[in-house]
Each structure stands twice: as structure tokens, then as C-alpha cells.
């Protein structure tokens, strides 16, 4: 779903021929279509890696910081730098994610 919102997103921009916001729009589409893609195909493929106790939390995480991140750096495109926390934060919660994916490819691909 990241990904068709993404490209409906990427349309409309191009329709209007309106682009400031192409970074959110690019963020969006790379850490929630193409990164929750790969995790999915992983957690696919590797069945230990899925039933992972931190599986769930890394989806989450991806998930959550997947929606804050793009809207924080948009929010602060169109409001201004005041409101550089929000992409700040979204940033480390998908960095948070990835680690803990990391974290579960490094346990589960010896398995």
C-alpha cells in the first residue's frame, strides 16, 4: 500500500507539475515500499526470521517511522525548520528498525 500511495503521490506532483515536496514523496516510497518489501521478502523466505521475537517490533518500527519520517521532512518543507524534530525522530525510529532487522538476519541466517 506504501508503494501505490507513493506513486498516486509521485502523479499528482507531476499532474501539477508542483515537485517541492519530491524528497518527502522519494522517502516515502524508499523506506516504505522498497524497505518493508525487502523485509517482507526476507521474513518470507527465512521462516526463522519471521518468527523472530523482535519480527514484530522491527515491523512496527518500520512501519511507524516508515509514515513520520516522509511527513516530518514534508511538514518541515512547507512549515519550516521549527518542525525539524518530527523528521528527526522518524529517522531514528526506521534507523532503529533496520538495525533491529539487521540484528534478526545476523541470528536466523546461521539457522
Same mark, same amino acid.
Given at each position: 500500500?506504501? *508503494?501505490?500511495?507513493?506513486?498516486?503521490? @509521485?502523479?499528482?506532483?507531476?499532474?501539477?507539475? /508542483?515537485?517541492?515536496? %519530491?524528497?518527502?514523496?522519494?522517502?516515502?516510497?524508499? +523506506?516504505?515500499?522498497?524497505?518493508?518489501?525487502?523485509?517482507?521478502? &526476507? &521474513?518470507?523466505?527465512?521462516?526463522?526470521? !519471521?518468527?523472530? %521475537?523482535?519480527?514484530?517490533?522491527?515491523?512496527? *518500527?518500520?512501519? +511507524?517511522?516508515?509514515?513520520?519520517?516522509?511527513?516530518?521532512?514534508?511538514?518541515?518543507?512547507?512549515? @519550516? /525548520?521549527?518542525?525539524?524534530?518530527?523528521?528527526?525522530? @522518524?529517522?531514528?525510529?526506521?534507523?532503529?528498525?533496520?538495525?533491529?532487522?539487521?540484528?534478526?538476519?545476523? !541470528?536466523?541466517?546461521?539457522?
Amino acid at each position: 500500500m506504501f *508503494l501505490i500511495v507513493g506513486m498516486v503521490w @509521485g502523479i499528482e506532483m507531476g499532474v501539477r507539475q /508542483e515537485f517541492s515536496l %519530491a524528497p518527502a514523496h522519494a522517502h516515502f516510497n524508499l +523506506i516504505g515500499g522498497v524497505l518493508l518489501f525487502v523485509f517482507g521478502l &526476507y &521474513y518470507r523466505m527465512v521462516p526463522a526470521a !519471521r518468527d523472530h %521475537a523482535l519480527a514484530k517490533w522491527q515491523g512496527l *518500527l518500520q512501519f +511507524i517511522g516508515a509514515i513520520l519520517f516522509p511527513v516530518g521532512v514534508a511538514v518541515v518543507i512547507k512549515k @519550516g /525548520e521549527s518542525f525539524i524534530v518530527l523528521p528527526i525522530i @522518524g529517522s531514528l525510529i526506521v534507523l532503529t528498525a533496520v538495525a533491529l532487522f539487521a540484528l534478526i538476519v545476523f !541470528r536466523t541466517s546461521r539457522v
